[in-house]
C-alpha cells in the first residue's frame, strides 16, 4: 500500500511538473510576444517620429524661405521709395539667403519627387526675380529712381512673387498632409501595441491564476498523500517483518518440496535403471541363446527373432539407459540446489585475489593443455561472504569460459573489480566464442542452454550460480557477442546481510 501512494505521489509530481512546464512556456510565449511587438511598436515609432520630424523641417524651411522671400522683397520696395540704404542693406543680406534656404529646401525633399519638382520650379522663378531686383536696385542707386519705379511696375516682379508663395503653400500643404498621415500611422502603430501588449498581459495573467490554483489543488493533496503515506510508513516495520516470514516460510516450502519430490523421484528411478541392467543381462543372454540356436539349428531362428536379440534389445536398453542417466544427473542437480538453499550461510572476509588463484590452480593442467591463461587485473575489492558460495560462483564462470572457449585461439580469462558505494562489482571476461545476445537472460534459466551442444552439460551451472549469487545478496548479468567473447558482471554488497530471509 505504502509504494502505491508513493507511486501516486511520483505520478501527481510528473503531471504537476508537465503542467507547469508548459504553463510557463505560454507565459514565455507571451512574454516573448509581447517583447516581440514592443520592438516592432518601437521601430515603427521611430521610424515615424522620424518622418515627422523630417515633414516638420521641410515645412520650417519653407517657412524661413517665405520669411526671409517677403523680408527681401519689402525691403527692395523700401529702397526703391526712399533711397533709404539700410533698406538696401537688408534687402542683399536677405537676398544673400534666398539661395541657400532653397538649396536646404530641395536637400530636404529629394524623397519626394512632387516637392523636389516643386522646389525646382520655385528656383527658376527666383531666379529670374533675383535678377529684376539687381537692376532695379541698381538703377535706384545710380540715382535714376523713378525709372526703377517705372520698372518695378513693368516687370512682372509681383507675380512672379505671387507665383512663389502659391507654390510654397502647395508645398505646405503636402507637408502638412504628410504629417497627418504619419500620425495617423503613429497612433494606428501605438494602438497596435498596447492591444498586443495588453493581449499577452492577460495570457500571462491568465497562466499564472491556472498555475496558481494548479499548485494550490496540488499542495493540498500532496499533503494528504504524506499524510497517508505516513499513517502506511508506520505500520511499514510490521508489514515487512510479515512479508519477510511469509517469504522465508514459502522459500522453505519449495525447497522442502524441490527435496521430496527429486528424492521421491529418485526411488522409481533407481527401480528402473535396476531392472535396465536386468534386461540388458537378459538380452546378451538371449544373444547367445540365438547364436547357439543358429549355429546348431540355422532354419529355426527367424529374421525378427535374429534382429531383436542383436540390434532391437540392444538399442531399446541403450536408449533406456541414456534417459535414466540423464534424468538421474537432473535430480541430482535438483538435489543439490535444494540442499544449497537450505543450507547456512557464514561470512567470513575474503580475499579475491586468492580465490581466483586458487581456482586457477584447480584449472591449470587443463590450461596448460590448451594454451590458456586465468588472470586477475588490478586489485580486487575484499568482501565479507560465504567462502563456498562465492567460490562456487566464480569456479563455475571460469569453467565454462575454459569449456566454452572459441576453436581458433588460446584462452584469455581477466577477472577485475571495482568497489562502489557499499557493493563489489566483479567482472569475468573471455575471448572465448560469445553468446547470442537473444540469450544472454536464457542462460541462467534452469535447464537452458545457447549455442551449439557440443559440451558435456544439463543446462544447470549458471542456474546454480545466479541462485547462490542472489542468496548473497547480489545480481549477475552477461554482456556478449557471437564470437566476441563474454563478460559476466557480479554485482555483490561488501557485507553479506544475514538477517535476510534467504540467508
Known amino acids: 500500500m505504502a509504494w502505491g501512494v508513493s507511486a501516486q505521489i511520483r505520478d501527481d509530481d510528473r503531471a504537476l511538473r508537465r503542467l507547469l512546464l508548459w504553463a510557463m512556456g505560454l507565459g514565455f510565449a507571451a512574454l516573448l510576444g509581447a517583447g516581440i511587438a514592443t520592438w516592432s511598436s518601437t521601430q515603427r515609432t521611430q521610424r515615424y517620429a522620424a518622418l515627422v520630424d523630417h515633414s516638420y523641417q521641410v515645412r520650417d524651411a519653407i517657412g524661413r524661405f517665405q520669411v526671409t522671400l517677403e523680408e527681401s522683397e519689402t525691403a527692395r520696395r523700401g529702397y526703391l521709395l526712399t533711397g533709404n540704404d539700410q533698406f538696401r542693406q537688408l534687402y542683399r543680406r536677405n537676398a544673400d539667403r534666398l539661395d541657400a534656404e532653397l538649396n536646404t529646401i530641395e536637400s530636404l525633399t529629394l524623397d519626394n519627387a512632387v516637392q523636389t519638382e516643386a522646389a525646382g520650379r520655385i528656383g527658376r522663378v527666383l531666379g529670374e ?26 516687370d512682372g516682379s509681383i507675380l512672379r512673387v505671387r507665383a512663389i508663395r502659391a507654390r510654397l503653400r502647395v508645398m505646405l500643404a503636402a507637408e502638412e498632409a504628410l504629417l497627418d498621415e504619419r500620425g495617423a500611422d503613429q497612433r494606428a502603430s501605438t494602438a497596435t501595441f ?28 500532496l499533503g494528504a498523500s504524506r499524510a497517508r503515506l ?23 516450502e519449495i525447497q522442502r518440496f524441490a527435496y521430496i519430490v527429486s528424492h521421491d523421484l529418485r526411488s522409481p528411478l533407481v527401480n528402473v535403471m535396476g531392472f535396465t541392467a536386468e534386461l540388458e543381462a537378459g538380452q546378451k543372454a538371449l544373444a547367445e541363446l540365438v547364436d547357439r540356436a543358429e549355429d546348431a539349428a540355422p532354419d529355426i531362428v527367424t529374421d525378427d527373432a535374429r534382429f531383436a536379440a542383436r540390434e532391437d534389445l540392444p538399442e531399446a536398453i541403450g536408449f533406456i539407459r541414456t534417459s535414466t542417466q540423464k534424468m538421474d544427473r537432473l535430480i541430482n542437480a535438483i538435489l543439490k540446489l535444494s540442499r544449497e538453499g537450505r543450507r547456512t550461510i557464514t561470512p567470513e572476509p575474503i580475499d579475491m585475489a586468492a580465490l581466483i588463484g586458487g581456482i586457477r590452480d584447480t584449472l591449470q593442467h587443463k590450461l596448460d593443455e590448451i594454451g590458456g ?26 569453467e565454462n569460459a575454459v569449456k566454452y572457449r572459441h576453436p581458433t585461439r588460446p584462452v584469455r580469462i581477466t577477472t577485475s573489480g571495482r568497489q562502489v558505494g557499499g557493493r563489489a562489482i566483479f567482472e569475468i571476461a573471455d ?11 536464457r542462460v541462467f534459466d534452469l535447464f537452458r542452454r545457447s549455442g551449439a551442444q557440443d559440451q558435456p552439460g544439463e543446462g544447470i551451472g549458471l542456474a546454480h550460480v545466479r541462485a547462490l549469487t542472489y542468496r548473497l545478496g547480489g545480481t549477475i548479468d552477461v554482456a556478449s557477442e557471437l564470437g566476441e567473447g563474454a563478460t559476466f558482471r557480479i554485482n555483490l554488497p561488501l557485507t553479506i546481510d544475514t538477517s535476510g530471509p534467504l540467508a
Open 129 to 154: 526675380l533675383q535678377e529684376n531686383r539687381r537692376r532695379s536696385i541698381e538703377l535706384a542707386g545710380a540715382g535714376d529712381r523713378a525709372f526703377a519705379v517705372q520698372m518695378f511696375q513693368a
Open 230 to 252: 505516513q499513517e502506511l510508513n508506520d505500520t511499514l516495520e510490521d508489514q515487512v517483518v510479515e512479508r519477510t516470514t511469509d517469504l522465508a516460510r514459502a522459500n522453505e
Open 194 to 221: 498596447l492591444t498586443a501588449l495588453g493581449a499577452a498581459g492577460l495570457l500571462v495573467m491568465v497562466v499564472a491564476g491556472v498555475s496558481f490554483i494548479t499548485i494550490f489543488r496540488f499542495t493540498r493533496d
Open 431 to 441: 575471448n572465448g566464442r560469445g553468446i547470442d545476445p537473444r540469450d544472454h537472460q
Open 373 to 398: 591463461t586465468v588472470e586477475v587485473a588490478g586489485i580486487l575489492p575484499a568482501i565479507v561472504t560465504d567462502r563456498l558460495a562465492i567460490e562456487q560462483v566464480f569456479a563455475n564462470v571460469i
